[in-house]
């Protein structure tokens, strides 16, 4: 019972506030800033990044490894 009627009246209050608010979320006219551009852009940077050279670095270690380190290690060499 105690918990249902605590519940039911912060439902109620909350109910009530916003009735009593809404004329405050009429929209108006701003200008908004689109903050995302920021990490967008960043993350086209990022990829291009983790893509290009990133990769052609990890080609470059990964053949030198199958070519020399492997070989090596498994005693073929």
Known sequence: GVHITESLGILMFTALGFVLFLRAL??????SIDTDWFYRRAARYFTWLAEKPLARYEKAVSDISETAVLPFLHGTA
């Open 26 to 31: 009429d929209p108006e006219n701003t200008i």
